[in-house]
């Protein structure tokens, strides 16, 4: 866990929350030090800042927490110079809870956020969607092994959690949640040496937790990597599971065609079940996903339609991006104490996030690519409010090809041109489409680029 990106996203969301000298006076110097045993260990600067936080903070931190890493946390509050007595006095308490607990009771690491509920549908990921679904409502039964698999960022750990949470929601199956790294580093530990103090066996830890358990979710496979005895382990471990019709969950960033590293009886056996393919979501869904967001957000300021839009034609097809897209127009707009969200405030509150992923997105992105290099002006310009005839004149042609070469609305054009009215993409259109007709030369131009442009 990263701690530290956990505790910006957790001060984000804060801010939005508060005024900014309360902000400012009990939360702007915080740190998180780490979550443990469902304790969240949280650094504050002065002794005040302790009893300030629980008298007035204390659930505003736990649920906001908790949105973030999927369960309540007890808050500890510690000054820097105590952070070493914690650790200390833990680390002993520890040994010995652990060794008792893990044997009998392995948790089972799911995320209570993850949900179907909160898993938006759309064209690119609706069958990696009905086959999650399925193994939900029927775990061992339908497809075994479930074989998810696509770009990272695209939802890939959300639907797998949600089939946990909902299988464990359902029945009393026990599931178990891991990543490969996980399971490599467990598989380590079996050869280790016992603990002579206390008896704990890791080979039986390890037994235990993989293989008396209903449903296993292991994430991104593709780093279970080289190491081949974890690689025959695991092959092990899985056969133990199928033959006893447990379900088995996997996800890779590829095909289990190109999981080149792992061996092919390995490779073989991800075939057997359902293999699905998430894809990319199109401008639509990430509309969608946005929306949901936001609301899920439980903002006071309504965000626009227009606004929503732009971040959804503007920030590239990583939900991931769109999530950060999203954070950082709220912390921006609460920092510059502005009563509305506009979109010039998304412009201004986006502008490096946007500029970054230009050229690759969507064919309205391709378009302006390639019709910025022929009139040798840059995407920026393209994307610009700036009206000089130089740049004007190539964003009325880009604005046409938009038109009559994506099914693009009149106002989404606008939003990819730097937030126009849709008015103006009209007029701009019905100019160019005159133009056309009277000059030869605009025409050639005109069929020069949508060759290059090549969508037709
Ligand atoms: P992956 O595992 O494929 O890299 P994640 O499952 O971690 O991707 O998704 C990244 C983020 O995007 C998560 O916060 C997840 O909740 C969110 N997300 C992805 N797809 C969707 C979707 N269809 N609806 C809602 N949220 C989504
Ligand atoms: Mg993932």
């Known amino acids: 866990m990263n701690y530290d990106s956990i505790w910006n996203n957790f001060l984000s969301i804060i801010q939005t929350k508060l005024t900014s000298l309360p902000f400012k006076t009990w939360f702007a110097d915080t740190k998180l030090l780490k979550i443990e045993n469902s304790k969240a260990y949280i650094i504050v600067p002065m002794p005040i800042h302790k009893k300030h ?10 649920e906001t927490l908790n949105s973030l890493v999927g ?27 652990n060794i008792e607990v893990e044997v009998e009771e392995v948790n089972s690491n799911l995320i209570s956020k993850y949900t179907f509920d909160n898993f938006v549908v759309g064209n690119s990921n609706k ?6 679904l399925s193994v939900a409502e029927n775990p061992g039964k339908m497809y075994n092994p479930l074989f998810l698999y696509g770009d990272s960022g695209l939802g890939k750990t959300h639907l797998m959690h949600a089939i946990g949470n909902y299988i464990v929601k359902n029945s009393n199956k026990k599931v178990l949640y891991v990543t490969s790294e996980q399971f490599i580093q467990d598989f380590i530990k079996t050869n280790r040496k016992d603990d002579e103090d206390s008896n704990f066996n890791y080979v039986d830890f390890f037994k235990n937790k993989y293989r008396n358990i209903d449903v296993l979710i292991i994430d991104d496979i593709q780093y279970l990597g080289g190491a081949t005895k974890t690689q025959q382990e695991f092959f092990h471990t899985f056969n133990n599971l199928y033959n006893d019709s447990k379900q088995i969950i996997i996800s890779s960033d590829r095909s289990p065609k190109d999981l080149k590293v792992l061996e092919d009886r390995l490779r ?56 950060g897209a999203i954070t950082r127009l709220i912390a921006y707009s609460s920092m510059m104490g502005s009563a509305d969200i506009t979109l010039d405030l998304a412009v201004d509150a986006l502008k490096d996030t946007v500029s970054k992923g230009i050229g690759e997105k969507n064919d309205v992105h391709r378009i302006q690519k390639i019709v910025s290099e022929y009139f040798q002006i840059s995407v920026e310009d393209i994307r ?7 740049i004007s004149f190539p964003r009325q042609i880009a604005m046409y090809l938009c038109r009559v070469m994506t099914n693009e609305s009149f106002p989404k054009i606008g939003i990819e041109f730097g937030g126009k009215d849709h008015t103006t993409v009209m007029h701009s259109v019905e100019k160019i489409e005159k133009e056309i007709r009277v000059n030869k030369d605009l025409a050639n131009i005109i069929e020069k680029l949508k060759k290059d442009i090549g969508l037709v």
Do not use: M
């Open 53 to 62: 936080l629980v008298d007035n903070y204390n659930n505003l931190i736990i």
């Open 384 to 390: 610009s409010k700036k009206r000089s005839s130089n």
């Open 268 to 323: 073989t056996r991800f075939t057997w079940g359902l293999e699905v393919n998430i894809f990319p979501p199109d401008f639509e869904l990430r509309s969608q996903i946005v929306r949901k967001k936001i609301i899920a957000e439980k903002l006071e300021k309504e965000i626009p339609d227009d606004v929503i839009e732009y971040i959804a034609a503007n920030t590239g097809s990583n939900v991931r991006e769109l999530e």
């Open 71 to 97: 369960t309540n946390c007890e808050l500890v509050f510690l000054l820097s110079e105590e952070i070493e007595e914690e650790l200390n006095e833990n680390k002993v308490q520890n040994n010995i809870n």
């Open 127 to 132: 069958f990696a969607h009905a086959g999650a």
